[in-house]
């Protein structure tokens, strides 16, 4: 007991006097501590916050140019890669409630339509929880000219899946259940059929924490990609962008509105990294010089933080 009490000691000193050494590197540098103020008023974490701002060279170039540089080049963004819809595949699309994964599927369905034709779309939807969503996407199948099938059970899915096999694509629009929801892994073990390719729908304009909730409740690291719902929504790309960033996840396809399909683009990295840094914190949410150090007193220097190609 004693040995665990010295190692919990030792931890904590080393903790703290690490974040002192490096409240003191922004005391010595005012590039890096404007950087550091910068990053964090637009919504990064204090982890890769960190991570940037011990990168920051030496030379006296425009500190927030080069970040949004080092971000740019750490965010996988898919714009280079065929579009989802020309590519073609199964997909079911999955996320947190009201996330906008209905309608994200809509906009999926419409533009690959109007390139390859109604014909060679499929439509599958395992929401049996709401009415309102089933009828939401039948209404949209009835524009296309597609059928909404329904699966109740894996059993089904498969007998769906095997009836709509000549199809180039085949979209699974699945029921809104919160991150901590108990039928969250049923249903993810539901679309675990090899042939199916997962979508996370993350909503851009989520708490940086409840995004990390969800990327561990719906296994964001397996899943093909992510599109980022109602950035138009969003005052701060930031909490998303960096949840990007440190799990490697790959943004498809970004969603601003309700139109369908007009509200559905392909974004590229440096896009949204200039888009993130443009905002302007509010005055009640803006952080001052001794509320930066608070920050950091409290967050530990022994953390890991995610590796940067800088």
């Not at 011990?54 to 890669?81: F, Y």
Request: proline share 3%.
């Amino acid at each position: 007991a004693m040995m665990a009490e010295l190692r919990s000691m030792k931890g904590l000193i080393e903790d703290r006097f690490g974040a002192l050494a490096f409240m003191e590197k922004l005391h010595i540098s005012p590039r890096r501590a404007a950087l550091t103020q910068h990053l964090l008023d637009v919504g990064f974490s204090p982890m890769l916050v960190r991570k940037m701002a011990e990168s920051l060279p030496a030379d006296e170039g425009d500190e927030n140019t080069w970040a949004a540089g080092v971000l740019e080049r750490n965010l996988i963004a898919a714009e280079r890669e065929p579009a989802l819809e020309d590519a073609g595949g199964i997909y079911a699309l999955v996320g947190a409630t009201g996330v906008g994964k209905t309608t994200t599927t809509a906009k999926l369905a419409a533009a690959f339509a109007t390139q390859h034709g109604s014909g060679n779309l499929g439509l599958i939807t395992l929401d049996a929880y709401r009415v309102g969503a089933q009828e939401q996407l039948r209404t949209y199948g009835r524009i296309l000219g597609v059928p909404v099938h329904t699966a109740h059970d894996r059993a089904s899915l498969e007998d769906l899946l095997d009836l709509l096999s000549a199809k180039k694509m085949v979209l699974i629009d699945t029921a809104g259940m919160g991150q901590r929801d108990a039928r969250t892994r049923e249903l993810l073990d539901m679309v675990s059929h090899r042939a199916i390719q997962k979508l996370l729908v993350l909503n851009a304009a989520s708490q940086g924490e409840t995004l990390e909730d969800v990327l561990a409740a719906y296994r964001g690291a397996a899943c093909r990609g992510v599109v980022l719902s109602k950035i138009d929504e969003a005052v701060k790309l930031g909490p998303v962008l960096d949840a990007a960033i440190r799990h490697k996840l790959r943004i498809v396809g970004v969603a601003n509105g309700q139109r369908v399909p007009e509200d559905w683009h392909r974004l590229s990295a440096q896009a949204l990294v200039q888009r993130a840094m443009r905002v302007q914190a509010s005055a009640s949410w803006k952080l001052d010089a001794s509320e930066v150090n608070l920050v950091f007193a409290s967050f530990g220097a022994g953390r890991a933080a995610a590796p940067l190609n800088a």
